[in-house]
């Protein structure tokens, strides 16, 4: 089916794959664990089959480098396939619950049930995987699918219609590229659950639509995740982890490190081993990091211009640019750069970045680390490089964050037995593994009497009947 559409019929069409997708839920929640695991295998196979597919339209959308689609993009999706193909029977096995004493002669289970008519909408940074891993756990659920990719990267978009057009009939998973009047018609239908993923300002748009239908939704937002950088850290090992989690897709990574707090005692070093580190890995040879095959480039002039504002609006206060600061509008590139004598005035300090420019702070005790970070939104990850075991406790017990990981950087992602997802602003809802399974799945109770009665407590309520219930009450 050809889902670029024109706006005049767009409502209507979309209307009528709805539909047609709601008709069909029925069947497609009554689908087995075999028939579940043979559509995700098929997604699988595609994938394999196309892999220099994938890496040519990322390449030809921001210039994302063909190892950095393998490490963001296909490394995480193959092993969210694998991990779902090797435990989905157990997931949709009806989970054995406790009987209190009380309710003696039932027995109780949960049954995880589709939720039925779902569409998901999803980024640009991360196009590919960022639209298939949360289908593979929907499709796992049970349910049919809209699925809406970023009009902002129309190469990968193209690729997954194209994929989703060889794979599966619209009645089960269908795609819409276009633009916000798509996703503003989609929004208005009566979906059971949406998973979006994107930034706060549009999740709370996504969330209004969603309760005119009481829809249930998954948010994978963002904001300024922090790291922090003690007296006790590994220099080297840590400013190389950072350069790498602020750098990887030219920093347009939900979870890169937002700002950085270094310890004041380690900080000229920690800094010397940063630049070393950049250096290292996009100019080993001297060659300048634009000439690097190596380094993403922002995704479009918009976002481009968007950093550059913030980055001379801090500048205009009083910032120093310490490391980088080149930029090339023509390409949309924007060398790895770090901001010192930053403020929390400045709209640096108060935006989420989504590029390669790091603030960084110092701090003298943990207490001035954690009121920097807590004065702000819950993060969706904090960083902490660290081998002292009581600060890290002690951060995380005075911090909230969707995740956190100490000595690396974003690899809470590919972890598919950890939940990702934010917290508030930062996101709400859990992927990976079995928490995405939850997500597109209503935890259904059941629960069935076997023997007995509870008709020794009916009414009329006699002395006797009234005694029996406080003896319930009392001890059960």
Same mark, same amino acid.
């Given at each position: 089916?050809?889902?670029?559409?024109?706006?005049?019929?767009?409502?209507?069409?979309?209307?009528?794959?709805?539909?047609?997708?709601?008709?069909?839920?029925?069947?497609?929640?009554?689908?087995?664990?075999?028939?579940?695991?043979?559509?995700?295998?098929?997604?699988?196979?595609?994938?394999?089959?196309?892999?220099?597919?994938?890496?040519?339209?990322?390449?030809?959308?921001?210039?994302?480098?063909?190892?950095?689609?393998?490490?963001?993009?296909?490394?995480?999706?193959?092993?969210?396939?694998?991990?779902?193909?090797?435990?989905?029977?157990?997931?949709?096995?009806?989970?054995?619950?406790?009987?209190?004493?009380?309710?003696?002669?039932?027995?109780?289970?949960?049954?995880?049930?589709?939720?039925?008519?779902?569409?998901?909408?999803?980024?640009?940074?991360?196009?590919?995987?960022?639209?298939?891993?949360?289908?593979?756990?929907?499709?796992?659920?049970?349910?049919?699918?809209?699925?809406?990719?970023?009009?902002?990267?129309?190469?990968?978009?193209?690729?997954?219609?194209?994929?989703? &057009?060889?794979?599966? !009939?619209?009645?089960?998973?269908?795609?819409?590229?276009?633009? $916000?009047?798509?996703? /503003? %018609?989609?929004? @208005?239908?009566?979906?059971?659950?949406?998973?979006?993923?994107?930034?706060?300002?549009?999740?709370?748009?996504?969330?209004?639509?969603?309760?005119?239908?009481?829809?249930?939704?998954?948010?994978?937002?963002?904001?300024?995740?922090?790291?922090?950088?003690?007296?006790?850290?590994?220099?080297?090992?840590?400013?190389?982890?950072?350069?790498?989690?602020?750098?990887?897709?030219?920093?347009? &990574?939900?979870?890169? !490190?937002?700002?950085?707090?270094?310890?004041?005692?380690?900080? $000229?070093?920690?800094? /010397? %081993?940063?630049? @070393?580190?950049?250096?290292?890995?996009?100019?080993?040879?001297?060659?300048?990091?634009?000439?690097?095959?190596?380094?993403?480039?922002?995704?479009?002039?918009?976002?481009?211009?968007?950093?550059?504002?913030?980055?001379?609006?801090?500048?205009?206060?009083?910032?120093?640019?310490?490391?980088?600061?080149?930029?090339?509008?023509?390409?949309?590139?924007?060398?790895?750069?770090?901001?010192?004598?930053?403020?929390?005035?400045?709209?640096?300090?108060?935006?989420?970045?989504?590029?390669?420019?790091?603030?960084?702070?110092?701090?003298?005790?943990?207490?001035?680390?954690?009121?920097?970070?807590?004065?702000?939104?819950?993060?969706?990850?904090?960083?902490?490089?660290?081998?002292?075991?009581?600060?890290?406790?002690?951060?995380?017990?005075?911090?909230?964050?969707?995740?956190?990981?100490?000595?690396?950087?974003?690899?809470?992602?590919?972890?598919?037995?950890?939940?990702?997802?934010?917290?508030?602003?930062?996101?709400?809802?859990?992927?990976?593994?079995?928490?995405?399974?939850?997500?597109?799945?209503?935890?259904?109770?059941?629960?069935?009497?076997?023997?007995?009665?509870?008709?020794?407590?009916?009414?009329?309520?006699?002395?006797?009947?009234?005694?029996?219930?406080?003896?319930?009450?009392?001890?059960?």
């Amino acid at each position: 089916m050809n889902t670029l559409l024109s706006e005049t019929d767009l409502s209507n069409e979309l209307k009528a794959v709805f539909d047609a997708q709601r008709q069909y839920a029925p069947q497609m929640a009554l689908t087995t664990v075999d028939q579940r695991i043979e559509r995700i295998r098929r997604i699988q196979t595609w994938v394999k089959d196309h892999e220099a597919d994938i890496q040519r339209v990322m390449y030809e959308d921001f210039r994302k480098p063909a190892a950095e689609v393998l490490i963001g993009e296909l490394l995480a999706l193959q092993a969210e396939i694998k991990h779902t193909i090797r435990h989905l029977a157990h997931w949709m096995k009806p989970q054995r619950l406790p009987t209190p004493l009380s309710l003696v002669g039932t027995k109780s289970s949960l049954h995880h049930e589709p939720k039925g008519s779902v569409l998901i909408m999803a980024p640009w940074n991360y196009p590919f995987v960022l639209s298939i891993r949360p289908l593979i756990s929907a499709i796992a659920a049970g349910n049919v699918v809209m699925l809406k990719p970023s009009e902002l990267t129309p190469h990968t978009a193209g690729l997954i219609r194209q994929m989703i &057009t060889d794979l599966f !009939p619209v009645k089960e998973v269908a795609v819409f590229e276009g633009n $916000e009047t798509i996703a /503003q %018609a989609l929004l @208005e239908l009566p979906f059971n659950h949406i998973f979006f993923t994107g930034s706060p300002a549009v999740g709370r748009i996504v969330m209004t639509a969603a309760a005119k239908h009481l829809a249930s939704v998954t948010l994978e937002l963002g904001g300024k995740s922090p790291a922090i950088v003690d007296e006790s850290a590994t220099i080297k090992q840590a400013a190389g982890q950072l350069a790498w989690g602020k750098c990887l897709n030219n920093g347009q &990574t939900c979870i890169a !490190p937002d700002y950085l707090l270094v310890h004041e005692s380690i900080k $000229e070093p920690f800094m /010397q %081993a940063f630049r @070393e580190a950049l250096t290292s890995m996009y100019s080993p040879d001297g060659k300048p990091v634009e000439q690097s095959d190596s380094y993403a480039r922002i995704v479009n002039s918009k976002h481009f211009q968007r950093l550059r504002g913030l980055l001379d609006d801090a500048v205009e206060k009083g910032a120093t640019v310490t490391v980088g600061g080149k930029m090339n509008a023509d390409q949309h590139f924007m060398e790895p750069t770090v901001l010192e004598n930053v403020r929390d005035d400045m709209r640096i300090m108060q935006d989420e970045i989504f590029g390669p420019i790091l603030p960084v702070l110092s701090y003298a005790t943990l207490d001035q680390a954690i009121q920097i970070i807590n004065q702000r939104e819950k993060p969706l990850a904090l960083y902490i490089h660290s081998h002292n075991r009581k600060n890290t406790q002690y951060i995380l017990d005075r911090t909230s964050a969707g995740d956190t990981v100490i000595n690396d950087t974003l690899l809470q992602f590919g972890n598919v037995e950890l939940p990702f997802g934010g917290v508030n602003n930062s996101g709400l809802g859990k992927s990976n593994g079995f928490f995405s399974f939850q997500e597109f799945s209503n935890q259904r109770g059941v629960m069935q009497r076997d023997f007995g009665t509870m008709k020794f407590l009916y009414p009329p309520y006699t002395d006797r009947v009234k005694k029996l219930i406080s003896l319930v009450v009392k001890y059960l």
